[in-house]
């Protein structure tokens, strides 16, 4: 198992819970960005840095992801190409993304689209809490416990 971070928009808070979880576990952690990412020294922990350009990031997690491998995303799209392929999704907030959920999910990102496109205000999402800190790191105890 290898861990793939979507890491241009990921909390800082979230890549320190996986900072910490790749240590303790010992599973390789990558995170993909389009800007340099400092990382802590770790043989666990590596940055990649991608060309700037629109879903660079995204394409490179899902030519690398494998089945078996966590990926940490709240793209929709990236998402449903890596469950495709067999990995295991969750978002920064701690939701599992799976088969069962996914076209649900694209369909209401699609539909949100459209509305936007159209000139509708959809509002954001809602501000980081500690309860959404909290549920990704059980949500990643869990996990990587079940591995073990």
């Known amino acids: 198992m290898k861990i793939w ?6 909390p800082v808070v979230i890549k320190e819970i996986l900072y910490r ?6 599973v390789p952690l990558t995170l993909v960005a389009n800007q340099m990412l400092r ?3 770790s043989p ?13 990031a995204d394409q490179r997690i899902a030519a690398e ?3 078996g491998d966590l990926v940490i995303t709240a793209d ?10 067999g990995a295991t999704v969750i978002d920064p907030r701690g ?3 799976t088969a069962a959920n996914i076209q649900e999910r694209l369909t209401m990102r699609n539909f949100m689209d459209t509305l936007r496109s159209s000139g509708v205000e ?16 059980n949500q990643i105890d869990a996990l990587l416990a079940r591995r073990r």
Do not use: H, Y
């Not at 979880?21 to 010992?26: G, H, K, S, V």
């Not at 959809?122 to 990704?136: I, K, L």
């Open 5 to 10: 971070v979507d890491a241009d928009a990921c």
């Open 76 to 85: 929709i799209p990236l998402a449903a190409q890596v469950i495709a392929k």
């Open 95 to 97: 939701e599992m993304l």
């Open 21 to 26: 979880a790749a240590n303790r576990t010992q």
């Open 44 to 56: 666990w922990i590596r940055a990649l840095q991608v060309p700037g350009g629109f879903d660079v």
């Open 39 to 41: 990382v802590p020294p």
């Open 65 to 67: 992801a494998e089945a």
């Open 122 to 137: 959809t509002g954001g999402p809602a501000a980081f809490s500690n309860a959404d800190r909290q549920a990704f790191a």
